[in-house]
C-alpha cells in the first residue's frame, strides 16, 4: 500500500507489542497499576483510525467530543455499579433489619457514667443482708455474707445500719441484733470498729429520735448490753461522753445507759433478758413454764427433775419467780407444802437459787400478802408459819423478818384495814372499767367510796394494773387519769401517785422489763394532757433518790417531751388520739372559729374545740383566735377564750403557750396588721387581769410594750 493512512510505522509498532505484553502480564495481579498501559498510549492524527490489532479496547474510553479519556474504574466499576469486592471507601450504612446484622459492626461510642462510691455499694449491700438475717435468724449465714462483702473498712457502718434498723422494730429483733453483735466481734469485726460504729450511733442519736420516740432509752440498753456482752470496753463510755456535746442526744444516751442500766443491782441479767434473752421467750412465756414446771413437780415428786428444769429456763435473774409461785402453790394445796420445801432447799443447797433470789421471792409475796388473801383468805397465816419453817432449815436468811414486821407495823399504823378494803375497791373497779370504758360511772364509784385521802394509791393501781395489759389498756388510763384530774383528783395526788410508783419501779420492773420506759411515757403524756405540768416533773425528781431508776425515768420522761412533735407522738404513743395531721387539726380549728366569729354560740364552739380531741393543741386555738381577732378588729375571741378557761377546756400552760406562739412572730404579723403590736400589748395584759397566764409571761409582755415604744 502507498498509503500510510492508518498504518503505524515499525518502530511504533514494536512500541505498542511491548506495551500489550506488559498489560496482560500485570493485569492478573490486583496490584498492578492500571497506568502502565496508559502511558504507552500512543497519539495517533485526528484523521486516522485508533488502533485495534492488540489492544484492550474495553480500557479506553472517548468522548463524544473526541477526546481520549483515562479509566477510573480500577476494576471497580463506573456510576451505576457495585464497586469493588473489598471496596471501603466512602459512607456504610448498617441495616439492623439485615438477617446478617453484627451489632460489632457498629460504631463505638463512649457514654460518660457517674463513678459510684464504694460506701454507698456497701450500704446498700448491708441492708439486705440484715434485712435477711431478721427473716431467717441464722447468723452463721449473716457472718458468711458480710464476709464475703468485703470492704472491712465499712464495718463501722454495718454496725450503725443494724442497731439503727433493730431499734424500729420489735424486741425480738433488738436482741437479734446484740447476738449477732457478739457473734461477729473479733470474727469478722474488730474491737476498734464496735467502737466506731457505736460512736457514730451516738453521733446520730439527734436524728434517730426524730423518728423514733424512746430513741435514747433504746440506744442506751444497746450501749448497755455491748459492754455487758464484753464487746465494748466501759472506758469507751468516758471517752465517748467528752467527745459528745452536752446538750446532745448521745451524751444523755452516755448517762442513761450508766445510770439506768449498768449501775443497778444485777445489772448484767437486766441487760441480758431486757428483750427476752437469747431464747426469745416472753416474761409470760417464763411464767407460764414455772407454774407447768412446779405443778409436774407436785405430781411427780421428782426433785431432781424439778431442779434441773429451772436450770434450763436459763433465768436465773428471774428465780425470785419460781420462790414466789412456790409457796403461793404450797397455799393452795396444802398436802404440796413438804414437798414444795424440799424444792426450794435442794435448789439453795445446790446454788441452783441464790440466797438474794430466794429473800427477794419472798418479800414479793410478802407484799402481794392483801391482794393473795382475796383467793387464799388464809394466806397470810400460812405464809408467816413458813417464813420460820424456811429460816430454821437455813435456806432463807432471818433478814426476811425485820421488813415483813416493819411493812405490817407501817400499815397498821396507816388503818389496815381501811386501806386493805380500798385497794380491793380499786382493783374491782379498775377492772370494771377496762371492761367497760365508762368514766362517768368509775368517778362515780370512787366518789361513793369516800376516801379521797387513798387517791394517790388509785392512781398507782390503775398504772401498774394497764402496764401489764395491752397498750388499749394503757391508753384508757392515760384518758381517764386527764378526766380524774378535771373531775376529783388534785394536782398534788397525782404527784404523789407517781412518786409511789417511781419509788417502787425497781420492784416493778421484776415483773414487768419494759416498766421503765412505760413509767416515762405515762409520764410524759400526763405532762402533754396538762394534767402535770413540766415543773412537777422536777417536783417528782426531787422527791425521789438522785441515783435510783425512778429518778433516771424522769429524767427520760423530760426528753421524750423536749423531741420534736412530742406532742402527737406521745398522745398517740398507744394507738390513741384522734389520728389527725397536724395540717387537718388547724383547718378544723380555723373553721370553728370562722363559724364562731360569724355569729356561733360559745357553748358550740367549746364543744367542737373538746371534740377535737387534742388538749396538747389547744395552744393553737389561742393562737388563731388571737390572730383573727387581729384582723377582725373584733374582740369576741375573748370571750371564747374565756368561756374555755374557765371551763377548764383551755389550761393556763396552753392559753401561755399560744400567747408566747403570737409574741414570737409579731415581726412576721406586723407585715399584715400594723397595729399588731398594741393589739398584742392589750390582749396579753387583759389576760394577766383574768389569771389566764402564767406569771412568768409579764416579762413578754413589758417586752411587746418596750417594743411598741420603740
Request: charged share 30%.
Amino acid at each position: 500500500m502507498a498509503s500510510n493512512e492508518g498504518f503505524l510505522t515499525n518502530e511504533q509498532r514494536e512500541k505498542l507489542k511491548i506495551a500489550t505484553q506488559n498489560a496482560e502480564t500485570l493485569s492478573s495481579s490486583p496490584k498492578s497499576p492500571t497506568s502502565l498501559l496508559s502511558e504507552h498510549l500512543i497519539k495517533v492524527p485526528a484523521s486516522s483510525k485508533a488502533p485495534t490489532a492488540g489492544i484492550a479496547v474495553r480500557h479506553v474510553r472517548r468522548t463524544h467530543s473526541g477526546k481520549l479519556v483515562r479509566v477510573k474504574k480500577d476494576g471497580a466499576g463506573g456510576k451505576g455499579t457495585w464497586g469493588k469486592l473489598l471496596d471501603t471507601d466512602g459512607d456504610s450504612h448498617i441495616d439492623r433489619n439485615d438477617p446478617n446484622y453484627d451489632s460489632g459492626e457498629e460504631p463505638y461510642q463512649l457514654v460518660g457514667s457517674r463513678i459510684s462510691d464504694p460506701l454507698d455499694e456497701y450500704k446498700k449491700a448491708v441492708v439486705s443482708i440484715i434485712e435477711e438475717y431478721f427473716s431467717n435468724d441464722d447468723v452463721e449465714l449473716a457472718a458468711s455474707d458480710l464476709r464475703e462483702l468485703g470492704s472491712n473498712e465499712y464495718h463501722p457502718y454495718f454496725i450503725k445500719r443494724l442497731v439503727s434498723m433493730a431499734m424500729d422494730r420489735h424486741d425480738k429483733e433488738k436482741e437479734m441484733a446484740s447476738v449477732l453483735l457478739s457473734a461477729l466481734y473479733a470474727d469478722v469485726i474488730s474491737s476498734t470498729q464496735i467502737s466506731q460504729g457505736f460512736f457514730i450511733l451516738l453521733e446520730s442519736a439527734d436524728d434517730l429520735a426524730v423518728d423514733i420516740l424512746d430513741a435514747v432509752d433504746v440506744l442506751a440498753l444497746f450501749i448497755a448490753r455491748a459492754v455487758v456482752d464484753d464487746i465494748l470496753p466501759p472506758a469507751f463510755l468516758t471517752s465517748a461522753k467528752k467527745s459528745l456535746p452536752e446538750s446532745s442526744k448521745g451524751h444523755q444516751v452516755i448517762q442513761t445507759a450508766e445510770k439506768s442500766y449498768l449501775s443497778a443491782p444485777h445489772h448484767a441479767e437486766l441487760v441480758e433478758r431486757r428483750w427476752g434473752g437469747s431464747t426469745h421467750i416472753t416474761v409470760e412465756e417464763v411464767k407460764k413454764k414455772i407454774a407447768d414446771l412446779l405443778r409436774e413437780y407436785v405430781e411427780s415428786g421428782d426433785t431432781f427433775e424439778a431442779c434441773r428444769c429451772i436450770r434450763e429456763l436459763g433465768v436465773s435473774f428471774f428465780h425470785h419467780e419460781v420462790v414466789k409461785r412456790a409457796i403461793i402453790l404450797a397455799m393452795e394445796i396444802r398436802t404440796s407444802e413438804p414437798l414444795i420445801l424440799k424444792l426450794l432447799k435442794e435448789a439453795a443447797e445446790e446454788g441452783l437459787i441464790s440466797s438474794s433470789q430466794m429473800l427477794k421471792g419472798f418479800a414479793r409475796l410478802a407484799e402481794g400478802l392483801d391482794d393473795l388473801a382475796l383467793d387464799i383468805p388464809s394466806a397470810k397465816t400460812l405464809f408467816e408459819s413458813l417464813v420460820p419453817k424456811a429460816i430454821s432449815q437455813g435456806w432463807l436468811d432471818a433478814s426476811i423478818l425485820k421488813p415483813v414486821a416493819g411493812e405490817d407495823g407501817e400499815v397498821h399504823n396507816e388503818d389496815d384495814e381501811k386501806v386493805k378494803r380500798f385497794k380491793e375497791e380499786a382493783v374491782t373497779i379498775i377492772h370494771e372499767y377496762f371492761l367497760s370504758d365508762d368514766i362517768p360511772e368509775l368517778i362515780r364509784s370512787l366518789e361513793d367510796l369516800g376516801m379521797p385521802e387513798f387517791n394517790p394509791i388509785f392512781l398507782k393501781k390503775l398504772i401498774t394494773l394497764a402496764m401489764d395489759r395491752k397498750n388499749r389498756e394503757k391508753e384508757m388510763a392515760s384518758v381517764l387519769l386527764s378526766s380524774l384530774h378535771i373531775e376529783i383528783f388534785s394536782t398534788e395526788d397525782i404527784v404523789n401517785g407517781f412518786v409511789m410508783l417511781l419509788e417502787s419501779a425497781e420492784d416493778t420492773a421484776l415483773d414487768i422489763l419494759d416498766a421503765s420506759n412505760e413509767l416515762a411515757l405515762f409520764l410524759a403524756r400526763a405532762v402533754i394532757d396538762d394534767v402535770l405540768a413540766p415543773l412537777n416533773l422536777e417536783e417528782i425528781g426531787s422527791k425521789l433518790a438522785p441515783n435510783c431508776s425512778g429518778s433516771e425515768t424522769v429524767h427520760v420522761a423530760r426528753s421524750l417531751i423536749a423531741a420534736r412533735h412530742a406532742g402527737e407522738r406521745i398522745l398517740r404513743c398507744w394507738g390513741g388520739g384522734t389520728g389527725w395531721a397536724v395540717e387537718d387539726a388547724k383547718d378544723k380549728i380555723m373553721k370553728l372559729l370562722e363559724e364562731y366569729e360569724s355569729g356561733g354560740v360559745v357553748s358550740e364552739a367549746c364543744q367542737c374545740i373538746r371534740d377535737l380531741g387534742m388538749p396538747f393543741f389547744n395552744h393553737e386555738v389561742v393562737k388563731k383566735a388571737l390572730v383573727m381577732a387581729m384582723e377582725k378588729k373584733n374582740d369576741r375571741m375573748l370571750d371564747l377564750l374565756h368561756e374555755c378557761f374557765c371551763e377548764g377546756l383551755i389550761t393556763i400552760n396552753q392559753m401561755t403557750k399560744g400567747f408566747g406562739r403570737i409574741k414570737d412572730g409579731l415581726d412576721d404579723l406586723a407585715l399584715d396588721i400594723p397595729n399588731a403590736h398594741q393589739k398584742f400589748t392589750f390582749y396579753a395584759d387583759y389576760a394577766l387581769n383574768k389569771g389566764w397566764l402564767l406569771p412568768s409571761f409579764d416579762s413578754f409582755s413589758s417586752a411587746a410594750t418596750v417594743q411598741t415604744v420603740d
